[in-house]
């Protein structure tokens, strides 16, 4: 068998390079890997390789990939590498073959669409990608050798898809400029700065949740900064023990605060306690002084062992992965299964008969650590030291939110301890989170449909809204005998809008707390989106107020420059830049769209306010997947970013979720906050997936996008849609109507998991089986082949929306086209003759919405699709 890389070999001396030998040999995957490396040789270009027969096939791409299927980017071919080149990053000295700089700027799974080595062959080779930033439908295309060439040179063409951007002029290449393995710009690589890449061929360098924030581990392999050394300490005051003192608590801020001198711990959702320990007993107690001990006995008994003094933690239940889970939490102290429960420790007040309170954090966590390092193997399983991070916060914030953790603490290393809500600690959360009070609930009798619930606002309960998810089975069985023991005659509720009384409402006396994750509260002060946690007991129900996140910059500058702040009051300060949800928006006046139709632009503020207005709509059809963003920073007029993965210094308050075979996190928008961060950078467009809720790989609707031909009248697309609502409603599917903001209509049936599970593969064919018998029943009308020669005149039946990683523009979504048209959902009654797709615009769109009905049954009206496909093909 020939040697396929011989000629690697014979090109490189490797005493002088580092780069792979090809001795290790890498283990094959069940899938094909691809790697695309950036490379400052001679010239700049992008080496594109893709895996086959055990090395890879090489290509350089001198002016890097495109999105753009219009592009056809010059790709020559070059020798064969060594599969275990796939996780070289580095310098190849000068002098050497390719001497320059080398990084890993893509790497993914690659899947031919046919036999490879016959395509190969013939000088065609289609496939699709699954990278981290290159995804979808390809092709490789071998142009004919010019005489005295000696390597063939092929083109690398983007196909129309889900993935393809129209115009994309090389942007994707100049907006994403570090690595994908280390985050290092070429200048770093070149400085042999910063961390080494992971490795990915091989599957080492895997990170864990508990890699992240349970560090009573001998060595914090992953920690950013070096581990605290205690400086010279003060003469610290002898003083008794005292029973308890008030914790130090931390306000709530938008985004962990910038800079340095910060500590950035996990935030744990469980119980705020404090561990007293003197002469080898135990006591906890709540943050309000109640004793505890005998409900978190094991931990209790554990910590005896510690050296007499005071410390502030938190218990927590784990999950299988880990992480706090406060449910579990809840149900161990229920039933009184609390042996597996875990006490972390992140401070420490008194020590061996001293008072540390006036030490900085930094020096108290370095005496708290050593003492439980000091305790040894013997106490790991429920006493744990809580390490910190100093990078920056955002960061910190983001990785805690990818692993489903509650947020951050972000703490002054140089502070004192201090019994109060101050500015020195500072919490960020992934996900809303608030603490009620229960004033009722709805079900009939041993039943609990919904929480009716409440916050104080001076001596009064004020109804904060309806809580109607989050109950399963074993939550119910324990909470709905509490509510029965508070059951109560009359409404506690005060204020505008508090519930009357109707069947099935029952009135409870505010005594019981609940822990619910929301979406913020409307502009009514309404709960939104709720759903219960658990129920609280460390917290009387008087002292449960409404609490929004503050700017954190606010929060920095009242504690870091009293003196600048309080000169700008006294001189009269004008109004700060406006805050719209919790997000402080920059250059608030940047014209996005020049002309709205009246000669007037439409700004950032005004996009930030559009999407406050409609988004308790459009959550629900964005919320829970994956979403793409069209971000136009200098306006529809100026250059445009498509963006699916968040890029360094993102907001906090967008969600990262891994979907399967994609290294990369992608963008998710769980939070309605988050729109209002997309806007601040100029997303103006939303393409979220089309699947299940959480569940990337289940299908949750099909979209049916009628894409007409220049010239075709509107009337016609009228007539499209409501013929592929005719074959839906013969399949027994319901179906709805959208605008797109452009040309077009969009027909969308909302899918459930029926019997069986239908994957992306089974819906992508149903869906182009549709479109395929509407299109045999009228050629003349309709195509479902997406070449432009063949769309002449007809229109473009549209099934591609309805692949796993393919995406629609949202319903409300505005776009990126001249007058600020947005894609409207529409009643199937508008759907005729008159209908105007671009009466509906972010000025016109609020008004709307206020009005229609449209879509309002969307939930309702999901259907399995295992019995449409049987119905397709008995017909």
Not at 252 to 269: C, Q, T
Not at 351 to 377: F, M
Not at 534 to 547: H, I, N, Q, S
Not at 832 to 861: E, N
């Amino acid at each position: 068998m020939p040697d396929k890389l011989a000629r690697y070999r014979a090109m490189r001396d490797f005493s002088q390079t580092a780069e792979p030998d090809s001795a290790e040999k890498t283990k094959a995957s069940k899938r094909l890997r691809f790697v695309i490396q950036k490379h400052a040789a001679t010239r700049l270009h992008y080496d594109f390789r893709l895996e086959l027969d055990g090395v890879f096939l090489s290509w350089a791409v001198t002016r890097g990939p495109s999105l753009d299927p219009a592009d056809r980017r010059l790709a020559v071919q070059t020798e064969d590498h060594p599969l275990d080149y796939g996780d070289f990053e580095g310098t190849i000295p000068k002098g050497q073959y390719g001497g320059g700089t080398v990084m890993l700027w893509d790497r993914g799974y690659w899947e031919p669409e046919g036999d490879p080595k016959a395509m190969l062959k013939s000088g065609d080779l289609k496939f699709t990608l699954d990278g981290e930033r290159l995804k979808g439908s390809w092709v490789l295309v071998r142009m004919k050798r010019r005489a005295g060439e000696k390597r063939d040179n092929w083109l690398l063409i983007k196909h129309h898809d889900g993935w393809s951007v129209e115009a994309d002029g090389g942007a994707l290449v100049d907006e994403e400029t570090t690595s994908i393995a280390s985050g290092r710009a070429m200048e770093d690589i070149a400085a042999g700065k910063g961390k080494a890449p992971s490795r990915f061929m091989t599957g080492k360098g895997r990170t864990t949740a508990n890699d992240v924030w349970q560090s009573n581990r001998a060595e914090a392999q992953d920690k950013p900064s070096a581990p605290l050394k205690a400086a010279p300490a003060p003469k610290l005051r002898a003083a008794a023990l005292p029973g308890f003192v008030p914790p130090q608590l931390a306000k709530s801020v938008d985004r962990p605060p910038p800079g340095s001198g910060w500590g950035h711990e996990i935030k744990f959702d469980g119980y705020r306690l404090q561990l007293r320990v003197e002469k080898g007993k135990a006591t906890l107690k709540t943050r309000k002084g109640l004793d505890w001990t005998e409900k978190f006995r094991a931990i209790a008994r554990d910590a005896a062992a510690l050296p007499d003094g005071l410390y502030d933690g938190e218990a927590c239940a784990l999950d299988a992965q880990g992480s706090p889970d406060f449910p579990a939490l809840q149900a161990a102290l229920s039933d009184g299964k609390t042996d597996d429960l875990v006490f972390f420790a992140f401070d420490a007040l008194f020590l061996a008969g001293e008072d540390l309170r006036e030490l900085p954090l930094n020096e108290r966590k370095a005496q708290l650590g050593a003492v439980i390092k000091a305790a040894g193997k013997a106490l790991e399983r429920r006493i744990r030291y809580v390490d910190h991070f100093e990078t920056a916060g955002d960061a910190v914030l983001q990785s805690a939110c990818r692993m489903s953790l509650e947020g951050i603490v972000s703490k002054r290393l140089d502070a004192p301890y201090r019994s109060d809500r101050g500015e020195v600690w500072l919490k960020s959360k992934c996900r809303a989170g608030h603490e009620v009070v229960i004033g009722g609930w709805t079900g009939e009798r041993g039943q609990l449909r919904s929480l009716l619930v409440g916050v104080n606002r001076g001596d009064k309960l004020v109804y904060v809204g309806r809580v109607g998810t989050g109950f399963g089975r074993d939550k119910v069985g324990r909470v709905l005998p509490r509510l029965e023991k508070v059951e109560a005659d009359k409404s506690p509720f005060s204020g505008p809008g508090a519930p009357r009384k109707e069947a099935n409402v029952h009135w409870a006396r505010p005594e019981l707390v609940a822990e619910i994750e929301f979406a913020g509260f409307t502009g009514s002060g309404m709960v939104r989106q709720g759903a219960f946690k658990g129920l609280r007991e460390d917290k009387p129900a008087r002292e449960v107020e409404a609490e929004t996140p503050e700017p954190v910059d606010k929060a920095e500058l009242a504690r870091l420059k009293p003196a600048a702040k309080g000169a700008a009051a006294a001189r009269g300060s004008k109004a700060g830049p406006p805050v719209v949800m919790g997000v402080t928006l920059s250059s608030p006046d940047k014209a996005l769209w020049p002309d709205d139709g009246q000669g007037q632009p439409i700004t950032k503020l005004e996009l930030a306010q559009y999407l406050e207005a409609v988004g308790p709509w459009m959550m629900q059809h964005i919320k829970g997947r994956p979403c793409s963003i069209i971000r136009t920073p200098d306006g529809i007029g100026g250059e445009r970013f498509f963006q699916r993965h968040l890029g360094k210094g993102a907001s906090a308050l967008l969600t990262e979720v891994k979907v399967f075979g994609d290294h990369q996190p992608y963008l998710q928008v769980d939070r309605i906050e988050a729109l209002a961060a997309l806007a601040q950078i100029s997303a103006v467009e939303f393409h979220p997936w089309n699947c299940q809720p959480n569940q990337p790989e289940v299908p949750g609707r099909l979209v049916f996008d009628l894409d007409p031909d220049e010239g075709i009248p509107f009337e016609r697309v009228i007539e499209a849609a409501r013929e592929v609502k005719a074959r839906l409603d013969a399949l027994g599917l319901e179906s709805f109507c959208k605008t797109t903001g452009g040309k077009g209509l969009h027909v969308v049936t909302p899918l459930k998991d029926g019997k069986g599970k239908t994957d992306w593969k089974t819906a992508k064919a149903f869906a182009q089986d549709v479109c395929l018998a509407i299109a045999a029943d009228a050629p003349d009308r309709y195509v479902v082949n997406m070449a432009k020669a063949k769309r002449v005149g007809r229109i473009f039946l549209d099934y591609l929306r309805n692949d796993r990683m393919s995406t629609a523009v949202a319903p409300l979504s505005p776009r990126a086209r001249p007058l600020a048209p947005v894609s409207f959902p529409l009643n199937w009654t508008q759907v005729k003759s008159g209908l105007d797709p671009k009466a509906w615009t972010i000025r016109t769109a609020p008004a709307a919405l206020k009005k229609t009905k449209a879509w309002s049954d969307y939930c309702d009206a999901e259907r399995p699709l295992v019995d449409a496909i049987r119905k397709l093909k008995k017909g």
